[in-house]
T-cell receptor, first 114, second 111 residues
Framework: AQSVSQHNHHVILSEAASLELGCNYS??????LFWYVQYPGQHLQLLLK??????LVKGIKGFEAEFIKSKFSFNLRKPSVQWSDTAEYFC????????????FGKGTKLSVKP | EAQVTQNPRYLITVTGKKLTVTCSQN?????MSWYRQDPGLGLRQIYY???????DKGDVPEGYKVSRKEKRNFPLILESPSPNQTSLYFC??????????FGEGSRLTVL
């Protein structure tokens, strides 16, 4: 079955630390990849997405992600986190380019200490 | 403003009392979907719709119904709610690019 795995359930960092959140997906066919962020008490918002082309994609708020096809991975990175990055982060995969049908990972909660 | 609107945002109800959570989008998206979010389980898809009058089950459809009579609306119906349906519900819509646009969420408590 198609699935998405996020390696870390909860990550705690100090401000200015670097961030990398892991995401792996099953299946080796055509995929569209997404990272969403959910700030406390809010809905999910798109951080960045990958459809094709340059495997290093840049999103909002200084986030970036790298698609490594051979590893079925799409890790999220940020060089220097801020307290305002405290949120839950979800990786999502759309298999076969089918419109909208995203499979989500279980999320990684990020807590940034000031 | 492009948005997905859900109502109600908060609801406390009792077991067995039918309820409907409405969802409306103003972006002319063909695809709409409902998710529930529970701690430690992430988002799980309940139902989705590829177009008007076309709906299909997601991963956790039991206890829910949907309808898609108009392109903009996709209500979620709980015919006989039970406590295990206490959750945070999100409606979402998608253009052809595949990314999802989410509503603000509806927090439902079933006593």
């Amino acid at each position: 079955a198609q699935s998405v795995s996020q390696h870390n359930h909860h990550v705690i960092l100090s401000e200015a630390a670097s961030l990398e959140l892991g995401c792996n997906y099953s299946y080796g066919g055509t995929v569209n990849l997404f990272w969403y962020v959910q700030y406390p008490g809010q809905h999910l918002q798109l951080l960045l997405k990958y459809f094709s082309g340059d495997p290093l994609v840049k999103g909002i708020k200084g986030f970036e992600a790298e698609f490594i096809k051979s590893k079925f991975s799409f890790n999220l990175r940020k060089p220097s986190v801020q307290w305002s990055d405290t949120a839950e982060y979800f990786c999502a995969v759309n298999y076969g380019g089918s419109q909208g049908n995203l499979i989500f990972g279980k999320g990684t909660k990020l807590s940034v200490k000031p | 403003e492009a948005q997905v609107t859900q109502n109600p945002r908060y609801l406390i109800t009792v077991t067995g009392k039918k309820l409907t959570v409405t969802c409306s989008q103003n972006m002319n998206h063909e695809y709409m979907s409902w998710y529930r979010q529970d701690p430690g389980l992430g988002l799980r898809q309940i139902y989705y719709s590829m177009n008007v009058e076309v709906t299909d089950k997601g991963d956790v459809p039991e206890g829910y119904k949907v309808s898609r009579k108009e392109k903009r609306n996709f209500p979620l119906i709980l015919e006989s709610p039970s406590p295990n349906q206490t959750s945070l519900y999100f409606c979402a819509s998608s253009p052809l690019t595949g990314e999802l646009f989410f509503g603000e969420g509806s927090r439902l408590t079933v006593l």
